[in-house]
């Protein structure tokens, strides 16, 4: 569980979810540490002494966690979402903010196997990532970067503010893209590779794509005036800027991104600076869902 979960207003969830496992007769341990990489190595000495399952209590972020710590096992990842964006959830039609209603859905879940999904695969450095949403290299990625810097406010409005202030600097950017083997130089405000329809708590960028049809939507925003970007972006939310003249929808199973210094994030958790290769694993995750 993750106590500071949407800025630690949800920090009795964790305990909330507990009480709803073992009162399904379920034999329950608590993992809670100080910090993300202390609590990546509970979870990883708990998978090594045996466990049926893991269940996460949190947002993307703790979700990004257990889909590290899962990819590929075909051990089940039950989700109890509490946090800010909760784009993996939302894909999965989880009840938000509702932790005994994520809990029926896990028990539930349990005893029929839950659903098997794709999994991203992100390669770069030598080291490997795994990712459940999307992968992000562009304007969301510089507003998560500015607001992951600020101390307040807290809060989605934190991420609000943080895009209107990357708006005032922020030029497209010259990419180099290498789908299913084939290269091409493009300009863009933002490129996204995604497994889930969702980025940034609901902003809908591909609300066709499938989270297990063996492909990813490679998502594209050609270069826009500010103007014209503030138009098109609450668009977003609805999933109606897909008929947009800059906007580019494809799938593909491998992705290389490349550009001058810019980073990259995937399920909302930072990855580091491009470049990267990026490819889908079918059927890598099993979900309580």
């Excluded at 979810?17 to 202390?38: H, I, K, P, Q, T």
């Amino acid at each position: 569980m993750n106590p500071a979960a949407a800025f630690g207003r949800h920090s009795l969830a964790g305990d909330e979810a507990e009480r709803c496992l073992r009162a399904a007769g379920l034999d329950v341990v608590v993992l809670r540490r100080n910090s993300m990489d202390a609590l990546r190595e509970a979870v990883d000495e708990a998978l090594h002494t045996g466990t049926d399952a893991l269940v996460v209590v949190g947002g993307d972020g703790m979700v990004h966690l257990g889909v590290n710590s899962l990819g590929g096992t075909g051990l089940p990842l039950g989700i109890v979402p509490v946090g800010t964006g909760n784009d993996v959830a939302r894909m999965l039609g989880l009840p938000l903010q509702d932790v005994a209603g994520s809990c029926a859905r896990v028990i539930s879940a349990l005893a029929d196997g839950g659903r098997v999904l794709d999994a991203g695969r992100i390669t770069a450095g030598g080291r490997t990532t795994w990712f459940a949403g999307a992968v992000s290299a562009g304007f969301d990625a510089a507003v998560n970067e500015r607001a992951n810097s600020w101390r307040w406010p807290r809060g989605s409005f934190r991420y609000t503010l943080a895009m209107l202030r990357e708006l005032g600097s922020f030029r497209a950017i010259n990419y180099t893209v290498t789908a299913d083997g084939v290269t091409s130089r493009e300009g863009a405000m933002l490129i996204s590779v995604a497994n889930a329809q969702s980025i940034g708590g609901g902003m809908r960028i591909v609300p066709d794509a499938a989270p297990d049809d063996g492909l990813l939507d490679l998502f594209v925003v050609k270069p826009l005036s500010r103007l014209a970007f503030l138009a098109v972006f609450p668009k977003v939310f609805s999933g109606r800027h897909t008929s947009h003249p800059a906007v580019e929808i494809r799938r593909v199973r491998s992705v290389r991104l490349a550009a001058h210094n810019v980073v990259a994030y995937a399920d909302g958790e930072r990855i580091g600076l491009l470049p990267l290769d990026i490819d889908v694993v079918p059927g890598a995750l099993r979900v309580l869902a």
